[in-house]
């Protein structure tokens, strides 16, 4: 590690914060050496307030139907080859059951963005969850919606909203969305999310197409001002049947390396090892927790639906992927130094 890099490194350690120029640097001249140090950082900060616990979230992929056209996604709605289906009340319930029987204590619903969820269904929905399990925690991953909707989601009992802000440079937003989804949009809504009351989630990709280091130290800047409950960072992954099939994948390394980061520039965070991280590389997942990741999001979708809510290509839902192979995970969990719990895992404050 050079001198700067060594400087940058211990200022972020006892700072919890670089200017967007060193987060640059640091992202550039990041080694074996710097990345090592600022893991141990990561996992040190993450046991004073988490422990060696492990949060895990049944993730319940409600429709793939949606009216965006993101260039990277699989589910898009110019991808005439993606099977649509949308889970009716009875099949989310149903999920739920499942979920609570097998321990688990949040429900993340995650969809396109489908016409189809009125405020007056999604909150039914929610009133029952609530209602039949009253110990759980409701997540909802439903993209952008309107002030008012996401305050009757609020009201009718949901907890957490995660929508990724998937790039906080305006230019590179445009690069990866079409003409009428805007930042300044993404942004108004993360505002509106957390000004209603909701544990709010942002995030990106890692290596998504163009993406320089200048974009990740401005999503870094971001994080740090938003100060967001949850952060989902994984890394791109393309799909064969978008606009950007020829784009190479993010790497395992950069996104690990940036789980430490964002776990030092915000120590309570709640930070998912996520999907993509496991497609990505056999063990992702365990590699992304002792990184300082303290979330996982097992799949609890029906098992006709998984192979359908495909965003990138051969997207992990089998095997510790699956809520039903829970014994699976908490093994694979446990065998790296951590331990799966079964409760609501809601952020905590130690600000
Ligand atoms: N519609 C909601 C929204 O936009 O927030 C939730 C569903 S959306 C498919 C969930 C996340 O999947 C996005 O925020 C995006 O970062 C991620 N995603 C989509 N396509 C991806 C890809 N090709 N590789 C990795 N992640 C991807």
Do not use: W
């Amino acid at each position: 590690m050079n001198k700067r890099t060594d400087y940058l490194v211990s200022k972020l350690i006892s700072s919890h914060s670089l200017t967007a120029d060193e987060y640059r640097e640091l992202i550039e001249q990041r080694d074996g050496e710097s990345t090592l140090r600022l893991q141990q950082e990561a996992v040190r900060l993450r046991k004073q307030i988490y422990g060696d616990k492990v949060f895990i979230r049944g993730l319940i992929e409600v429709s793939n139907i949606c009216k965006n056209d993101c260039y990277y996604c699989g589910i898009r709605k110019s991808n005439r080859l993606c099977e649509r289906y949308r889970l009716s009340k009875e099949e989310i319930l149903s999920c739920c059951r499942d979920g609570y029987d097998l321990g688990f204590r949040t429900f993340v619903m995650q969809g396109g963005e489908d016409g189809a969820f009125s405020d007056a269904f999604l909150c039914d929905v929610i009133r029952e969850i609530k209602e039949l399990y009253p110990d759980c925690a409701v997540t909802l991953s439903l993209g952008e919606r309107s002030r008012e909707s996401y305050k009757r989601l609020y009201e009718a009992g949901a907890d957490r909203y995660l929508l990724r802000h998937e790039t906080a440079d305006e230019k590179h937003y445009s690069m990866l969305h079409p003409e009428n989804l805007t930042l300044a949009s993404r942004m108004e809504c993360l505002r509106a999310l957390k000004e209603t009351g909701f544990q709010t989630g942002c995030g990106f990709m890692v290596g998504s197409p163009y993406q320089t280091a200048e974009h990740l130290a401005k999503d870094l800047k971001f994080i740090g001002d938003f100060r967001p409950d949850m952060v989902g960072i994984g890394p791109f992954i393309p799909h064969k049947d978008t606009p950007f099939a020829d784009h190479p994948a993010g790497s395992a390394e950069l996104t690990c390396f940036l789980l430490s980061v964002i776990r030092i520039i915000h120590p309570p965070v709640l930070l998912p090892a996520t999907t993509a991280l496991g497609t990505l590389e056999d063990g992702g997942r365990e590699r992304g927790i002792l990184h300082g990741a303290n979330v996982i999001m097992p799949n609890l979708s029906p098992t006709d639906v998984r192979d359908k809510y495909m965003l990138y290509n051969n997207k992990l839902s089998t095997g510790a992927e699956s809520a039903q192979k829970l014994h699976e995970l908490k093994e694979k969990i446990s065998s790296v130094g951590y331990r799966i719990v079964c409760d609501r895992g809601d952020f905590i404050n130690a600000e």
